[in-house]
């Protein structure tokens, strides 16, 4: 029970040294404008947002600098005013460690803002508009997910959201940011709950921290007293890790399993990061575009470890000297030491989801041992709290049988680590599973690529047929036009000969009959009888003769009688 509520617990875990203090010592500090930015197109899950500037344009802070492709992708924002002087592959921070497309601007120094659009009354917006503006504002998950966040504020009719959960567990070892916004700015995180519940219509909200963080929920209660705010529950959660994954959360909170392979939506809830909601509410009630968030600088190779709020593509060399500087031998790590990933170059930009910096000793952060053959011993499954069998992912996973390894649920695994943590063999079980969904994602991709070519193909071979057949169609079409015109003709000359032999004949008539020499009186009267009355039948036949010469009214029977 946590008060009057009823807290659920969730399969596996560990309970682990947090080492947060190192880090929240110090109020949060925000870092200076570096003299350059560089903003990788990526940083968020889903496609690669595209450019809208040219190198040589100046920017302003705040200016989008490149719009999301496709459904699943996020805005990016310049972080400070300058001039964009390249766009072109760059080192970003990845486990991968390659590169990819950035935006690159050298700063002014004047931090000029672009003109922002606020909406002080989220109220007079509908949902819609509340999650366009969260769209355009870049706005992804600041646990360190990096998904688009309007995609997960649009349920769309599937199901009625019950709950919205604001998840500040933030339950990985050193990792401090979210514990220092909810102590310093707990009024931005609750205006940013607000917001999210009425785009979700959620019916409850509940803001789950874990109980090693006090200062932080007594801060966030004081806030929702001061703003008058009854429906926003601040609920203090066992600390284990990883509670704050967002399906352990929503099991302890509410005691719902989401389904393998679902989604929370399928059990009526919606989960946030605290980080998140503080700034949906800048974007929606200030205007301002995800351009900087908190960072926590810490390890004992940190010589000031703190939190502070930094720029979107800040190089890590200066945001480092910015806090105090390094010391001694250390590791570099992006995220903490459970979930993060080992960096070799610090001059790699800070991206959306970089929460954390760990500069940890070789104290903290031994070397691994070499590793040793898996002897089955069901540490790893005992403490998995999505409750796989990690044996199993790893074999499956090593002799890349992906099809197996997906009927053990590989993309139900959260990456904790838990597994490796606790395997006496020392195996990376979690690299193992990391490049099996790299493999499997990849080889998805080549089928759809595949299955993209393949209908382009069938579509040009069904465009060429359908040419084809058009043309056939038309030269039929001109041959019987022709054929048409040949009758036409030849009926015409048939006419004209019939009328040329008609116009003989009659001329034939008119000459003077044989045989008439000689002829006695009685023959002589026959003839002009005749005579007479073929003048009365010409008379007659002229009176009745068509003005027009040649016309289809010759009657050759006349000229017989
Ligand atoms: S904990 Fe390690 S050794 Fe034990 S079963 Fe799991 S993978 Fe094998
Ligand atoms: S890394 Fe994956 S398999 Fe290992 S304990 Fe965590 S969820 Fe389970």
Known sequence: MSGNRTLWRFHGGLHLEGHKALSTG?????????????LPLQQHIGLPAKPLVAVGERVLKGQLLAHPEGHVSAAIHASSSGTVVAIEERAVPHPSGLTAPCIVIDTDGTD????????????????GELRNLIRDA?????????????????????????TLILNGAECEPYISCDDMLMRERPQE?????????????ARYCLIGIEDNKPEAAAALRRALDEMGEREIEVVLVPTRYPTGGERQLIKVLTGKEVPSQGLPLDVGVVCHNVTTAAAVHRAVERGEPLISRIVTITGQGARQPQNIETRIGTPIDWLLEQAGGTQGRYRLLMGGP??????????????KTSNCLLLASEAELPP????????????????????????????????????????????????CGCCAYVCPSRLPLVQFYRYAKTEIWSQERERQAA????????????RKEREKAEKAARHKAKAQAVQQDGNEETKKAAIQAAMERAKAKRENAEVAPKNTDNLTPEQQRKVDEIEARRADTRAAEGDRQ???????HARPGTEDT
Not at 112 to 127: G, M, N, R
Not at 342 to 349: F, S, V, Y
């Open 546 to 552: 068509p003005a027009v010469e040649g016309a289809n």
């Open 138 to 162: 870049g706005i992804v998950g600041l646990g360190g997910a990096g998904f688009p966040s309007f995609i997960k504020l649009n349920p769309g009719g599937r199901t009625a959201i019950e």
């Open 26 to 38: 110090q109020p949060i500090r925000t870092a200076a404008t570096p003299p350059q930015l560089v």
């Open 112 to 127: 000029e803002w672009c003109a922002l659009t606020p909406h002080p009354d989220y109220k007079l917006l509908d949902h």
């Open 451 to 462: 299955d993209l070519a393949r209908e382009r193909h069938a579509f040009r071979e069904f």
């Open 368 to 415: 691994p041992a070499p590793a040793m053959p898996c002897i089955r011993c069901g540490e790893c499954a005992r403490v998995c709290p999505a409750q796989l069998l990690p044996q199993q992912l790893y074999w499956h996973s090593r002799a890349k049988e992906f099809d197996k390894v997906q009927d053990y649920s590989l993309f139900d695994c959260i990456e």
């Open 189 to 201: 995180v609750v205006k940013g709950a607000r917001i999210m519940r009425h785009a979700l219509q």
């Open 338 to 351: 459970m979930m993060g990933f080992a960096l070799h170059d610090t001059r790699l930009p800070t991206i």
